[in-house]
């Protein structure tokens, strides 16, 4: 069956640190892969795509960066924090139609 | 075009009663409608799903209503319990047109009180 990890759990930094979130997926072979942000509790944004190693779609310019490194793996980087970062994170993956998206148990970003 | 606009954004039912959420899109191109469930702090689950080529999809006390000329669906929740107490999503998907990006809609907190 298919797993996907997220960590850390949660984490605090401070405004101007640099940010590493890490997404691996088990079970599964060339999957899409997502970053979502959710900020107080409620709607989903997703910050960027993947189809493939190597492959990243931005879906709203910021602060933040995304790479692939290898099949199921996806991180979400920054190079400086920005109070406005703080939110959950969640990752998710999906393969062929429809699609459908499964989520990871999400990070807490807190940023001070 | 891209939207899915979801209401009420908060509901209070009573134990046993009937929980409905509406969502509602433009874009014709959508052929996949997916209700997602979250628990404070934990990630979204997929709750059920419904192509356009039904117009109802139930399972268990959850039932999806679809009316494709309208472009509304729903979600009901039959006999609402305190376990129900959560936030729902609901989405959309054009498969052969986008391929997994999925708009999402805004959310609803359901309290059900016992």
């Known amino acids: 069956s298919q797993t996907i990890h997220q960590w850390p759990a949660t984490l605090v930094q401070p405004v101007g640190s640099p940010l590493s979130l890490e997404c691996t997926v088990e079970?599964?072979?060339?999957?899409?892969l997502y970053w979502y942000r959710q900020a107080a509790g409620r709607g989903l944004q997703l910050l960027f795509y993947?189809?493939?190693?190597?492959?990243i779609s931005s879906e709203v310019p910021q602060n933040l960066s995304a790479s692939r490194p290898q099949d199921r793996q996806f991180i979400l980087s920054s190079k400086k924090l920005l109070l406005s970062d703080s939110g959950f994170y969640l990752c998710?993956?999906?393969?062929?139609?429809?699609?459908?998206?499964?989520f990871g148990p999400g990070t807490r970003l807190t940023v001070l | 075009q891209q939207q899915v606009k979801q209401s009420p954004q908060s509901l209070i039912v009573q134990k046993g009663g009937i929980s409905i959420i509406n969502c509602a899109y433009e874009?014709?191109?959508?052929?996949?409608f997916p209700w997602y469930q979250q628990f404070p702090g934990k990630g979204p689950a997929l709750l059920i799903a419904?192509?356009?080529?039904?117009s109802e999809k139930k399972e268990g006390r959850f039932t999806i209503s679809f009316n494709k000329s309208a472009k509304q669906f729903s979600l009901h929740i039959m006999d609402s319990q305190p376990g129900d107490s959560a936030t729902y999503f609901c989405?959309?998907?054009?498969?052969?047109?986008?391929?997994?990006?999925?708009?999402f809609g805004q959310g609803t907190e359901l309290s059900v009180k016992p």
């Open positions: 874009n014709t191109a959508f052929d996949y």
């Open positions: 998710a993956w999906s393969v062929q139609p429809p699609y459908t998206q499964y």
């Open positions: 993947s189809v493939g190693i190597g492959q």
């Open positions: 989405a959309a998907d054009a498969l052969y047109n986008q391929g997994g990006k999925l708009i």
């Open positions: 079970g599964t072979s060339n999957p899409n």
């Open positions: 419904i192509r356009p080529d039904v």
